[in-house]
């Protein structure tokens, strides 16, 4: 069997937080907690593993729908996990990147995130995509807008619009699509993730809650990644 080359770039919906807290009688908002803990193993794992992209599902635009309480306390922890990880980036070379709708975050947050990808915008060992008020469609929709702004200015014709140039307009260009896309928490779908990206990727399930994935949950996933054969539509 030939073998797959090495996997580059991994994204994660890192769903299962609210049932992890659910089973121990704690608030969803203990879930999310340990959730953050589990996002630390996994970029320290990533490197570890010399993936260069890691791309993390923090929120989604769905996401406002949960209750003010629940939202409040997820744009803190964010808040707090970017303050707290900013120098540990820089330490570890690590560049973030953010693909979402930033401006839709609230003021502070939006503020954080932008000053913390500035400061690590040099830096070159590997990448931290957080996505954020982040929706597939959203992302589609807001290219198509820049695209049309480039055409009313004249800038571009019609007829140069290719996959490429699309690509090239999504949040966060010039990076390789995801080679796997891993889901904790056992559900079989995308929930607006990535769709554009994610054309060709390997879909791995794991049944796995958020709070508990850790080193060994992601080995296991690269493992099962490289049994696959990708055939990209040929033979
Ligand atoms: C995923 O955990 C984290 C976010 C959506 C921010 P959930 O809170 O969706 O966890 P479940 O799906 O309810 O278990
Ligand atoms: C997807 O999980 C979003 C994130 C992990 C940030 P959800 O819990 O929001 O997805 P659904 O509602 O189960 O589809
Ligand atoms: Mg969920």
Redesign the pocket.
Known sequence: MAENKPVRHAAI???GNGRWAEKRLLPHLEGHRRGVEAVKKTIEASRELNIEYLTL????T??WKRSQEEVDGLMNLLDEFIEANLDEFNRNNIKLAVSGRVSGLPESVGRKVARAVELTAGNTAGTLILALNYGGRAEIVDAAVKIGRKLLKNELQPEEITEELFARNLYVPGIPDPDIMIRTGG?F?L?N?LLWELSYSEIYVTEVLWPDFDKGEFIRAIEWFNRRKRRFGGR
């Open positions: 919906i890192m769903d599902y923090a929120f989604s769905e996401n559900e779908r929930s993730f």
